[in-house]
Every structure is written in C-alpha cells, then in structure tokens.
C-alpha cells in the first residue's frame, strides 16, 4: 500500500495555518523542516514555552501525509481556499507502506554515554556487558539519551553522585536521569513531571533496568530536601522555578540545570544567585550545563 504525499515551501508567519488547513482538508500529519537543512544555509531554531509564537524557518517546508488513492490536488485547493490564497506549487509523491516499528528502530542504536556508559535500546546487546548500561525504549516522554542537554547530565551525575546521595529528577521526561542515578549508587532516587505520560515511562523504565526509585507528578511530591536536584527543561521554565528547586535542595546540595542555550546562561545563573553559586560546567554544541552548591545561609 503507497501513502500519498505533499511538499511545499511556505513563508513563516504562514507555516501554521497551512499546517493547519491541510489537517483540516484531510491530511493524516503534517511535518515541518527547514529546506536548508544539511546546507550552509541550515538555521537552527529553538522554542520556549510562553516566550513567543511557536518558531519556524525564515521559509519553511511543509510536507503533508495522506491516506492512499488521495488527490494531492484537491486537497492542496481545499486548504488555499480556505485560507483564502491561490494554491502554491506543490509536489506530489508516493510513500510506501513499511514495518514502521522496524524502520523506527532501526534509527536508534546504542550511544556512548561514556567508556563504561551507554544507553541501549532493549532489541540491542550491550556493547559493553561490563558497562553502566540503561535500557531504554524511545516513547512519548522525552529523554533517549541522544540529545546533548540528557548527555550533559547523564556526565554530570556519573562524576557527582556519591553512594549516600539522595537525588530528584525534577521534570523526569523517561526517567532517565533517576534511573543513571540509581544505577550510580545513589541512595534513594525520586522522579517528578508535570506529564502523567511521563510517570507511566519513568515507572516502566526503572523497572526495566531493576532499580528502584518513585515517580509521581509535581503536585504529589512529598516535602523534602535532596542531596543533588537535576532538571533538564528549558531556561525559562527553569528560572521560574528556582525558588521551587531551591526548596528542595538541603543547604550545600547541589543542583544541575540543562536545557540552556549558551547564550542564556547568564540569565539562569542570575535567577539562581539568591540561593546557589551557579556557574557554567560543561558545554555541548550551543548548550551547556550550570552546576551550582545551595549556599548554607540561603533563605
């Protein structure tokens, strides 16, 4: 069975009513992408929760998936008339049926972590049969370990956490980051999210990998203080939430934040001053990593 298929350029204050309009007129999905990518031309975009409008390319590609037997055009005119344009030039193609779950796993191999640390989908063997290994499946909750911020933090706790430590994954996605914790030997291991989706994968991941830790949402976290707080979101979430984290880091515990583009830095370090002597750690490609100590006479 062959998929019908549709691509167009659109400039970005467009991208999202077309994205849109074809949903609309009977489009299964729409992706976007910058049609520079893997060029010189290539822009790298980033979006914040509640900072502005969602990001797109200067001129961005949409393309459109449809069920089998569509006509491309007809749904091309639907969405323009709705919008009230002229239909753009498009081009229509043809997508063969496959074993998606092979295919999606076929895009995931083990990655190194570290010499004796990786991160290994569970249809493949281990490298390393004497390494640190996570098993993890790819799902909704995000955390796989191939993005740098997880890389980050993963390096950050392999050189950190001590066997007495307790730890909270603030914003714990996949529970990768508790599950690295526990496997370090840290003493007591919780995970949080504001996501129910994410508890479920950071439940099912722990078990899988034969730790123990406790997941539960934001709302139902118990009060208490932790020897180390890891939280890999984004930077406006996290200076939000520095007098939250700082809450739960015992005085002289310390905390890693990631997800902070290198050039925001300054700002996070200057949102967590009041409680942590923050600076930058490490770097990876345009993020980095803030280690900070909670200072014993903070408030």
């Keep these: 069975m062959n998929y019908v298929a549709l691509r167009f350029d659109v400039e970005a204050a467009d991208a999202d009513r077309w994205s849109d309009a074809l949903l609309d007129a009977g489009a299964s999905s729409v ?7 893997g060029t010189a031309g290539e822009a790298a975009v980033f979006a914040e929760p509640a900072a502005h409008d969602p990001a797109w390319w200067p001129v961005t590609r949409l393309a459109a998936l449809c069920a089998p037997d569509t006509d491309a055009a007809a749904i091309m005119e639907t969405a323009a008339t709705a919008l009230g344009r002229e239909r753009p030039a498009f081009e229509a193609y043809t997508v063969a049926d496959r074993d998606w779950v092979r295919a999606t796993q076929a895009q995931f191999a083990p990655i190194r972590i570290a010499d004796r640390f990786w991160i290994v989908p569970s249809w493949h063997k281990p490298p390393r049969s004497d390494a640190l290994n996570i098993v993890l499946d790819p799902g909704l909750a995000f955390g796989t370990g191939a993005h740098a911020t997880t890389r980050l933090c993963l390096l950050w706790l392999a050189e950190s956490v001590a066997s007495r430590d307790s730890v909270l994954d603030y914003g714990c996605g996949s529970g990768i980051l508790a599950i690295a914790a526990a496997k370090l030997g840290a ?28 997941f539960s949402l934001v709302d139902g976290l118990a009060t208490e203080r932790f020897a180390i707080v890891v939280a890999n979101v984004l930077a406006n979430p996290l200076r939000l939430l520095a007098p939250v984290l700082a809450g739960r880091t015992q005085p002289g515990g ?19 001053a009041p409680w ?19 200072r014993e006479d903070a408030p």
Excluded: F, H, K
């Excluded at 995970?191 to 899988?208: E, K």
């Excluded at 290198?262 to 996070?268: F, H, I, R, T, W």
């Design 187 to 214: 003493a007591r291991v919780v995970g949080a999210d504001i996501d129910p989706q994410a508890i479920r994968a950071s439940t099912d991941n722990a078990r899988n990998n034969d730790v123990r830790g406790e």
């Design 31 to 37: 992706d976007a992408i910058d049609p520079c990518a």
């Design 254 to 272: 310390r905390v890693a934040l990631c997800g902070i583009l290198a050039s925001q830095a300054d700002d996070v370090i200057a949102a967590y």
């Design 276 to 294: 942590y002597r923050t600076a930058v750690w490490r770097r990876a490609e345009d993020w980095v990593l803030l280690s900070g100590v909670r």
